[in-house]
């Protein structure tokens, strides 16, 4: 059952490689998924052993559900860009 007076996150550590950044190891970092939430976000920073760089992804929202009407739910979401690809290789 969900309790208010908490606040319950989620970690379980990831592992992650591709041909940009190499080996990567870090978090992910997240709410619950139910029950639905007004506030919602999750977030993955790995290290790039690679390039010696923090790396990952992060994404918030906010939605609102509603009972009645033509719209059920309205949603604002903020997914900023790729970590890892926010410096220039060369």
Not at 23 to 33: H, T
Not at 35 to 62: D, I
Not at 69 to 85: A, F, V, W
């Amino acid at each position: 059952m969900d309790n208010p007076g908490k606040t319950e996150i989620g970690i379980t550590p990831v592992v992650g490689r591709n041909s940009y950044n190499g080996f990567m190891a870090g978090l992910y970092i997240s709410q619950p998924y139910f029950p639905p939430r007004v506030w919602t976000f999750n977030a993955m920073p790995m290290y790039s052993f690679c390039n010696k760089s923090l790396s990952g992804k992060a994404h918030a929202a906010w939605s609102k559900h509603f009972s009645e009407g033509l719209c059920t739910q309205l949603k604002l979401e903020y997914t900023p860009k790729d970590l890892g690809m926010m410096k220039s290789r060369y």
